[in-house]
């Protein structure tokens, strides 16, 4: 009944920028907690930011905070990622997610219900 399709992801270079889109299906996008995750090879699915359905609180990962900055567009069911100052280990797949509803953590994927495909960010060095 979900769907979210994230775009945006490529090669760029270190200190470069990028930014990342999440198109979510359905009238009650804006509702929902949104979150983005990440997960290089060889590693665990990790947290990256979250966002409030109003887009009044924000939350991110000690590795992005003030880099990344996450954003949405209810209107246009959408929820964004600026990352900015790229590092190479900020290369991974990059997945947005739906937050559980009425959950109180935003940084653990066991509270998101579903699942983007995933964009490839990678960042040379």
């Known amino acids: 009944q979900v769907q979210l399709v994230e775009s945006g992801g490529g090669l760029v270079q270190a200190g470069g920028s990028l930014r990342l889109s999440c198109a979510a299906s359905?009238?009650?996008?804006?509702?929902?907690?949104m979150g983005w995750f990440r997960q290089a090879p060889g590693k665990e699915r990790e947290f990256v930011a979250a966002?409030?359905?109003?887009?009044?609180?924000?939350y991110y990962a000690d590795s992005v905070k003030g880099r990344f900055t996450i954003s949405r567009d209810n209107a246009k069911n959408t929820v964004y990622l600026q990352m900015n100052s790229l590092k190479p280990e900020d290369t991974a797949v990059y997945y947005c997610?739906?937050?559980?509803?009425?959950?109180?953590?935003?940084?653990?994927?066991?509270?998101?219900?579903?699942w983007g495909q995933g964009t490839q960010v990678t960042v040379s060095s």
């Open positions: 966002i409030s359905w109003s887009g009044g609180s924000t």
């Open positions: 359905g009238r009650t996008f804006s509702s929902y907690a």
């Open positions: 997610a739906r937050n559980r509803a009425g959950s109180s953590w935003y940084d653990s994927l066991y509270e998101y219900d579903y």
